[in-house]
């Protein structure tokens, strides 16, 4: 269930084995996260892996999960401070990227996978942002792909030093607004 903390749907030698993986991530991104890589960080055979996630796919599912959930619950508590509020989402949401941009970007940069994801979770990280646009589907998903463009040209460094972030956040949102 996605409102459960996804921890308890592992046994506790594949939490430590995904807690590692999130670790290399977070630490040195994507290109880093080697089941090779991931035995060797929890000095282990990378066989001994294979008794807790199929592949690198399943571990990279895994985080994928928790990112959606984590950054759910920062969009609910930005909701929960103040219902409605585009601009109050979008620092929520900035925020959580820019604090886990390897982690943003594994979850963000490929093809989601929704068949392998707890079920309602997707549901419930679109949410917050659904209830602030009165439950226009269009609406959440323009407002999505302005604040996720935002986020991942930040990440990458594509804004020049001089760029007022802030300013652009600010005009993009009262476009998008009603």
Not at 15 to 38: H, N, S
Request: glycine share 4%; aromatic share 6%.
């Amino acid at each position: 269930m996605a409102d459960r903390p996804l921890t308890e749907r592992l046994t506790p030698r594949a939490r430590e084995i995904a807690t590692a993986a999130r670790t290399l991530l977070e630490e040195a991104g994507p290109a880093a996260l080697t089941m090779r890589a991931l035995a060797d960080h929890l000095g282990i055979k990378a066989p001994s892996l294979y008794k807790h996630f199929p592949d690198k796919h399943a571990v990279e599912v895994e985080l994928v999960a928790q990112m959606l959930q984590e950054s759910a619950a920062a969009l609910e508590a930005a909701q929960a401070r103040e219902p409605g509020s585009l601009p109050a989402l979008a620092q929520a949401y900035r925020t959580y990227a820019l604090a886990h941009p390897h982690l943003y970007c594994l979850a963000t940069e490929r093809p989601l996978p929704r068949a392998a994801l707890p079920a309602g979770l997707e549901d419930r990280a679109a949410m917050p942002l659904l209830l602030a646009c009165d439950g226009d589907l269009d609406l959440a998903r323009a407002t999505w792909a302005f604040a996720h463009g935002m986020v991942i040209l930040e990440i990458h460094g594509r804004f020049p030093d001089d760029a007022d972030l802030p300013a652009a956040w600010k005009h993009g949102l009262k476009a998008l607004q009603r």
